[in-house]
């Protein structure tokens, strides 16, 4: 089995290779493709990964090219993880907004739509490559804002999944406060990615017994806590809201916290330079421990599993993935992207039924979908109404002078990676 990673040289990458290294029974992968226009990035991860490899006598073959056609060429799955720009641009999408008095954040908002922008281009010219090399391979999409990266893959026909670490990081966090195995919870989660809710932690399956009101009632506090929310909101809800709800349910609060402190990008690049040295020793073997503070926990375990269902492997039968609504969500077009529970296996990801969603989560839902719809649109046919319009549509803008003022922001300050401007 081969696997080809596009952005292979992130710093993130390690946490990848630990998972595919530790979990090779499910996912028995004999050639591993790391690809990435960074070289000199490339081949400090590059030397770390196959370390790893060696460490835990993984027999797979790990190689590196700067040569996007190579490394997708008979490849069974082609995981994306890029991010255009950099953390440079990060830093610009996390500061920019917040000049109009909006949350600065790299995937919500007007730093998400900016980012979107910047990547929809770009994933779709991988994708068509990968197809004109290898048509049947699944294209596995981390990269940012994975729900509108993901509808344009399955828009231009592509055989794409798009995923995120939330679900399996709640999955992962609750099975240790309840004394279970991850195996054994399973989530109702529904929304959209980076807005989504966890209605019910049930213990076995899709039916089985409902334990979120005994979790809530005994660890709320420890809930709350980690979602930066107070705790009476949890109770209020009875669910469990993604933490990237904090920027709609406080915003002008955050917004107050982020004019105040470094940014998330700095920090994050100053991490960067740190693990890039770290890699560089040849006597590192392992993933270092700082690597968990850069984000993207339990992302290797989700991508082995997936990646392992859409193989025809050994991967969960049901997985929280972001894939066409298909009437799952009846207040939303087919053609909507969703998070949800999905069946995985070899034909794709197929979501479960859900329940009725309260309006107050629903309202949210729709309107960020059609925000969606308008950004997915500005990014494939550019122009400043088109950013304006999406930006206008946003609930963490909503107000035609902000929209103004963020769209010239926006313009400036990515007019390098935006061909039509």
């Known amino acids: ?21 530790r979990l090779r029974d499910t996912l028995p992968i004999s050639e591993l493709v790391l690809v990435d226009p960074a070289a000199e990035r490339l081949d400090l991860v590059g030397g770390l990964a196959r370390r790893i490899f060696a460490k835990q006598d993984h027999a797979g073959r790990i190689t590196t090219t700067t ?19 950099g953390q440079a641009a990060r830093q610009q999408d996390e500061t920019w907004p917040l ?23 770009v994933v779709l010219d991988i994708a068509e490559r990968v197809r004109r090399t290898n048509p049947d391979a699944w294209i596995i999409d981390f990269t940012n804002p994975v729900g509108i990266v993901t509808r344009a893959l399955l828009q231009a026909g592509h055989k794409a999944v798009g995923l995120c670490n939330v679900a399996i990081g709640f999955q992962r966090k609750f099975a240790g406060l309840l004394g279970v195995t991850p195996a054994e919870v399973h ?37 709350a806590d980690d979602l930066r929310l107070p705790r009476p909101v949890l109770d209020r809800l009875g669910v469990v809201p993604s933490y990237y709800l904090r920027y ?81 969500l009846p207040f939303l077009p087919d053609d909507a992207v969703i998070e949800t529970q999905a069946a995985v296996g070899a034909h794709g990801a197929t979501p479960l039924a859900a329940a009725p969603v309260d309006p107050l989560y629903a309202g949210l839902i729709a309107h960020v979908t059609a925000y969606e719809d308008l950004a997915l649109e500005a990014a494939l046919r550019g122009g400043r109404d088109r950013v304006f ?33």
Not at 405 to 416: F, K, P, Q, S, V
Request: hydrophobic share 40%; charged share 20%; proline share 4%.
């Open 1 to 21: 089995m081969k696997l080809t990673v596009v952005g292979g040289g992130s710093t993130y990458t390690p946490e990848l290779i630990d998972g595919f290294a």
């Open 67 to 85: 040569d996007l056609d190579a490394g997708v060429e008979g490849a069974d799955a082609v995981l994306l993880q890029l991010r255009v720009g």
């Open 99 to 121: 000049e109009c008095g909006c949350v600065g954040q790299e995937t919500t908002g007007a730093g998400g739509l900016a980012k979107a922008l910047r990547t929809v281009p």
């Open 187 to 223: 989530l109702d989660h529904v929304g959209l990615n980076h807005l989504t809710w966890e209605r019910a932690v049930r213990l076995g399956g899709p039916e089985g017994e409902n334990v979120l009101p005994r979790l809530l009632a005994e660890h709320g506090d420890a809930v």
């Open 248 to 328: 709609f349910y406080a915003h002008d609060e955050v917004v107050q916290e982020l004019g105040t402190k470094p940014s998330r990008a700095a920090e994050v690049a100053a991490m960067e330079k740190e693990l890039l040295a770290m890699y560089g020793d040849p006597a590192l073997d392992e993933k270092p421990a700082l690597l968990a503070k850069r984000g993207g926990a339990f992302y290797s375990e989700a991508a082995v599993d997936l990646a392992a269902s859409l193989l025809g492997g050994g991967g969960s039968p049901y997985q929280v993935v972001n894939t066409y609504n298909n009437g799952t």
């Open 389 to 421: 319009k999406a930006l206008l549509a946003h609930p963490l803008v909503g107000q035609y002078a902000y929209a103004d003022g963020l769209t010239d922001r926006l313009i400036a300050h990515n007019r390098e990676h935006l061909a039509w401007a």
